[in-house]
């Protein structure tokens, strides 16, 4: 009896430390998935466009991300209560998801705002590669980004997330983009503010909470780029956002080929902060 309890312990032991094992070794699988995806992978359908102008030009393209989830809407009707104000946005909603929500659907045609209202799902080879860090919202800012370059022929573009805070002042800076600007962006990491560091009216580096080698460390929320300028630097910029999780800006930026030089700081030579990186916290 004796025996067989410790046989039977000994064999406890062995099983959790194989399956332990094979935990820990999946946490190591190397991520065979490419950053930017075969075209064929890819499915936007436009649910609808408003045909209205913006009240002043020139416009800004506003691209936001965003998903089905219990505060969806409630951060779509804070977000774009603050682009009516705006008066210059055309806003690019895009959904990470395979149906046009009801719910956005009406709240676009209710705020009278010009807009254009995409779904953008992620690709399944990201969705099965169960990546540790998923990078989020990509689908959609490539979506946007493909929607307005291939209907509009200039105006600024700016990818602004459905959970952040925008100071109504933001939009009449970034309207005058010629060619990148950058400002900084609130409460980013443990940093309370990441920004561009400008001396003499040029950038000259960056302050963040996390450089990673990147050659531009800074956030989505902290640039706009002008439509004229991304496609004289890339006609294929609509495929240059990476699915790199932490990486997105940095990619992106570079395959403009980006210098410190080409830079327009805004925001009173980046001292003020007109966009914060908020969370809203989830209930489960
Ligand atoms: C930070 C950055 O601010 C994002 O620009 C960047 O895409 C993200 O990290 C990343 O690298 O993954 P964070 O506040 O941490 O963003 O992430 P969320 O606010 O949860 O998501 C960013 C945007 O993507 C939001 O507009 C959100 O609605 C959207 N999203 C999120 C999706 O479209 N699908 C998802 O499954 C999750
Ligand atoms: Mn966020």
Redesign the pocket.
Known sequence: MQRNQRMFWLSVLGFSSIIYMVVALSKFRPNNVPIFPPPETEETSVCSTSTLATTTTPTIFFI????PRREQVAELTRLGQTLLLAGNVHWVVAE?SDTCSPLVAALLTRLGLPYTHITSP?PNIYKEAKLK????????RRAGLSWVMEHQPEGVIY?G????TYDIRLFKEIATTKQVSMFPVGFIGIQGVSSPIVIDGKVVGFSDDWFAQRKFPV???GFAVNLEFLRSRNKKANRAMPYK??Y?EDVFLQNLNLTLEDIEPMASDCTEVLVW?T?TVKEK
Do not use: C, I, L, W
């Open positions: 936001t991300p965003t998903y990470d992620q860090y998923n990078p989020r919202g990509v689908s959609s990818f997330d459905d959970d952040n956030d989505m929320a999780a932490g997105e990186h969370k």
